[in-house]
């Protein structure tokens, strides 16, 4: 059966009521059917524009997204919701009518003279809720007219909309305010504002803004005391070059504590206290204190000080020639005690009589007891040194002898067991590789020697992936990861340096780290206990560029871990299979060496991550063994 779309198999033609139509029947499990035409248009008749509308429950049928073209009229009852009406040809402008052309209608502008005037309008009614908007002018004229606001209301003023009058702006009511809103200002007749502090005031020319109050309006002194002359809480300050001057018959008076800083002058001179130039009725304090009954105030070059009288009642003092003393209490008499006063110094006399040296005493002499100037004998006369000697049986290692007169002292050199004296002379001996023997003879030790020493390499590698940027690394915590006699470096300890880990440091990770050591036991001689690394030598070999590697050494102890030190480091800019060849700088030369029970703790690290970075490293150490 072919498409019924092909008109060739099934041709067009204009349908009779009585053709035949292909339909389904629903009745009877949807079986093909024909129906006459004429049978379907006696049982439902052909449909109207209200069947079409009146679709079974949803009302949709009144929507179409096509045209509608009708050659007869249009009533509508309901209303119409046009979005654009087309007249003419046009949907019009902004602002356009529509207008009648008489057998059509038309877009058209709005017509210069409308119909009616403001008066036409306002003669139908001039009452309205709604706003009058306008760009121009309203205009009164006319004997006793005006604008009337009512029920307040209010003129409000947008911006750059002035009020311009050649006549007076009155508020009749007392309750009538004429209110400046926040921000608002005043400007006067030339269009200033102001400034801020500036008040309104009326010039020659009219107002105009004024700094400070103008001089005609400035109260005079006695104008503001006459509408009060009481301060609460608030004082006068004077500054600059003035005068307060006081006329006859006015006071100060003040019941508070008063401080006078400048020069002040008081020149009234009279003999009762109402002419005096001071009148004090109180108490007078020299800074410190009011003074004791019957004190008196003397000067002190800057300021006044309370001295009793009888201090200050010497006129003069002067000296006179010293005699013998008279007691024993008195080395200087003074008297009389007021007045003018005369200071005697009395001269030594012997025994326990106070005074001064008496003269005529030389270099040689020395004051007796009994107050006289004598020659001392029995007194040293020189001092001599000896040439040097042995201590024999001595137990001094310095000899005085004789102690009076020509005195001479001998210094005697250790003879050896107990016999005390100075350091022999070495200069026969071995100098620097000699001592000194109980015996007091210098000799060439034996045994313990400083010069026992040796080298000891290191060959490590590294061997982990994923190294973390600036991680210290340490050697490996058991032999899984070496390679061949390699150790290597595969101990990840973190970001934080042995220094800082301190007490976290695990026992497993220290014992893995520690590489050089000085035993807490040993049976060698103990005269050179100590171990000192004079260099450690190394080669560096990576295999990658692009990074700094660093090498550090950490001085701890053997068999506790916790202190880790910085002995020395060195950082190499890694190349690609490039040898590199260096030594380790150390810290300070105590760093250098290992006590006995001291060790040495290795560490690396690198600047950048790398998913893995292989290198070759050879550590040689060369040390001796030092006292």
């Known amino acids: 059966m072919a498409k019924i779309e092909n008109t060739t198999v099934y041709p067009l033609v204009t349908p009779n009521a009585s053709d035949f139509v292909i339909g389904t029947d629903t009745s009877d499990d949807n079986r093909t059917v024909s129906f006459k035409i004429s049978d379907i248009t006696a049982s439902g008749g052909l449909q109207d524009l209200q069947s079409v509308l009146d679709t079974p429950t949803t009302n949709t049928g009144g929507t179409a997204a096509g045209d ?22 046009s949907t019009g402008t902004a602002g356009q009518l529509l207008s009648s052309t008489a057998t059509g209608i038309q877009w058209i502008d709005v017509p210069i003279n409308p119909c009616c005037s403001l008066d036409d309008t306002l003669a139908i009614g001039n009452t309205t809720a709604r706003n009058i908007l306008t760009t121009g002018s309203i205009g009164m004229s006319g004997a006793s007219q005006g604008l009337s606001l009512v029920n307040s209301s209010v003129i409000t003023l947008g911006t750059n909309c002035p009020i311009t009058t050649e006549d007076n702006i009155r508020l009749a009511l007392p309750s009538c305010v004429l209110d400046f809103n926040y921000g608002a200002s005043i400007s006067d007749g030339n269009n200033v504002l102001g400034t801020s502090g500036q008040i309104f005031t009326r010039g020659a020319a009219g107002v105009e803004w004024s700094t400070g109050i103008p001089a005609a309006s400035m109260p005079t002194l006695q104008e503001v005391l006459n509408a009060g002359n009481s301060a609460d809480l608030i004082g006068m300050a004077f500054t600059g070059v003035s005068n307060t001057t006081f006329s006859a018959g006015s006071s100060i008076q003040s019941f508070a504590s008063n401080v006078w800083s400048g020069t002040n002058g008081f020149s009234s001179n009279g003999g009762t206290p109402a002419t005096s130039g001071i009148n004090l009725t109180g108490s007078l304090s020299d800074g410190f204190s ?13 300021g006044v000080s309370w001295a009793d009288l009888s201090t200050v009642g010497v006129s003069s003092v002067s000296a006179t020639v010293p005699i013998a003393a008279a007691f024993p209490a008195d080395p200087i008499t003074i008297a009389p005690g007021v007045g003018g006063v005369i200071v005697r110094q009395n001269i030594y006399a012997g025994g326990s009589l106070i005074g001064c040296v008496p003269t ?5 002499n020395f004051l007796r007891g009994d107050g006289t100037w004598v020659t001392p004998t029995g007194a040293v006369s020189s001092v001599s040194v000896l040439a040097s000697g042995t201590s024999g049986g001595l137990t001094d290692a310095i000899k005085i002898s004789p102690t009076t007169g020509a005195v001479q002292v001998q210094s005697n050199a250790f003879d050896g067991s107990d016999k005390v004296g100075h350091v022999p002379d070495a200069s026969a001996a071995g100098a620097t590789t000699d001592f000194l023997r109980a015996d007091g003879t210098w000799a060439t030790p034996s045994g313990g020697s400083s010069g026992f020493g040796g080298l000891q390499t290191f060959m490590l590698t590294q061997a982990k992936t994923g190294v973390t940027a600036n991680n210290y690394m340490t050697l490996a915590l058991n032999n899984v ?13 973190g970001s934080s340096s042995p220094a800082v880990m301190a007490g976290t440091m695990t026992d497993g990770q220290h014992v893995a780290g520690c ?6 036991t040993s049976s ?15 080669q560096y070999l990576p295999e990658l560029s692009g990074h ?42 105590a760093l250098q060496t290992l006590q006995i029970g001291e060790a040495y703790f290795i560490t690396v690290k690198q600047d950048n991550t790398l998913v893995a970075n292989d290198f070759l490293l050879n550590l040689t150490v060369r040390y001796e063994m030092v006292a």
């Open 290 to 302: 009011t003074g004791t009954a019957s004190q008196v105030l003397t000067s002190t070059a800057t």
């Open 360 to 364: 005529g005493g030389t270099a040689s």
């Open 515 to 520: 590489f050089l050591y000085n035993p807490v």
């Open 481 to 493: 990861n070496t390679t061949g006699d390699r150790t290597v470096f595969s101990t990840d300890l």
């Open 548 to 589: 700094n590697f660093t090498l550090e050494i950490w001085k701890t102890s053997v068999c506790t871990s916790g202190t880790y030190t910085a002995a020395g480091s060195a950082t190499i800019s890694s190349i690609a299979g490039t040898l590199t060849c260096d030594s380790i700088t150390f810290v300070s030369a």
């Open 524 to 538: 060698c001689l103990t005269a050179t206990p100590a171990m000192k690394c004079c260099d450690i030598y190394f």
């Open 68 to 89: 509608i073209s009708l050659t007869g009229n249009i009533t509508v009852n309901g209303t119409v919701y046009p979005t654009t009406i087309t007249a003419g040809g």
